[in-house]
T-cell receptor, first 115, second 110 residues
Framework: GAGVSQSPSNKVTEKGKDVELRCDPI?????LYWYRQSLGQGLEFLIY????????KSGLPSDRFSAERTGGSVSTLTIQRTQQEDSAVYLC?????????????FGPGTRLTVL | DQQVKQNSPSLSVQEGRISILNCDYT??????FLWYKKYPAEGPTFLIS?????DKNEDGRFTVFLNKSAKHLSLHIVPSQPGDSAVYFC?????????FGAGTTVTVRA
């Protein structure tokens, strides 16, 4: 079946603009995760959705970052008033149940560049 | 504060030889460890995992070793093949959040 898909693959924006990144998880997966990878760093956890439970937003770096998941499927990560330090690759992953341990399957990522 | 560290940013190995990738962690609560492989312009793909109740897990050419007392794990690839050239990430968790190392770029020479 289809894997995790993300759009756009690349996004260049000007400092201060808002951006929206989209993630389509694997069909049937109830858990969805957002990570980001800054240059030379490992992946950094941002947010976790599991079914209808309240999301774990503990990894969001500031209140400029928000995410939602509609209908238990597609998710959108929004960054308001982007800053240059937001430049990174944003990766989405999904897993079947979100119950530890559970293998997470990643999308190809969105490379965000803030000028 | 990185809880998972991969101290070798790159590794070059001859085709057919063994590749050994190392990973250290600081959080003693971690009890599940994974290795992911990443090609350029693609997302990381799951390779192999190990639970803290084991010290070794093998899957074909890939073996992961876990030394809990040293908070160290390693991935052995033998024999190395050209298609193994990629970035390898070590990850650890004690719940649904994964903590990743910065990755090791492996280049397999013909």
């Amino acid at each position: 079946g289809a894997g995790v898909s993300q759009s756009p693959s690349n996004k260049v924006t000007e400092k201060g603009k808002d951006v929206e990144l989209r993630c389509d998880p694997i069909s049937g997966h109830t858990a969805l995760y957002w990570y980001r990878q800054s240059l030379g760093q490992g992946l950094e956890f941002l947010i976790y959705f599991q079914g209808n439970s309240a999301p774990d937003k503990s990894g969001l770096p500031s209140d400029r970052f928000s995410a939602e998941r509609t209908g238990g499927s597609v998710s959108t990560l929004t960054i308001q008033r982007t800053q240059q330090e937001d430049s990174a690759v944003y990766l989405c992953a999904s897993s079947l149940e979100g119950v530890f341990p559970d293998t997470q399957y990643f999308g190809p990522g969105t490379r965000l560049t803030v000028l | 504060d990185q809880q998972v560290k991969q101290n070798s940013p790159s590794l070059s190995v001859q085709e057919g030889r063994i590749s050994i990738l190392n990973c250290d962690y600081t959080n003693s609560m971690f009890d599940y460890f994974l290795w992911y492989k990443k090609y350029p312009a693609e997302g990381p793909t799951f390779l192999i995992s190990i639970s803290s109740i084991k010290d070794k897990n093998e899957d074909g050419r890939f073996t992961v070793f876990l030394n809990k007392s040293a908070k160290h794990l390693s991935l052995h690839i033998v024999p190395s093949q050209p298609g193994d050239s990629a970035v390898y990430f070590c990850a650890a968790s004690d719940d649904y959040k994964l903590s990743f190392g910065a990755g090791t770029t492996v280049t397999v020479r013909a």
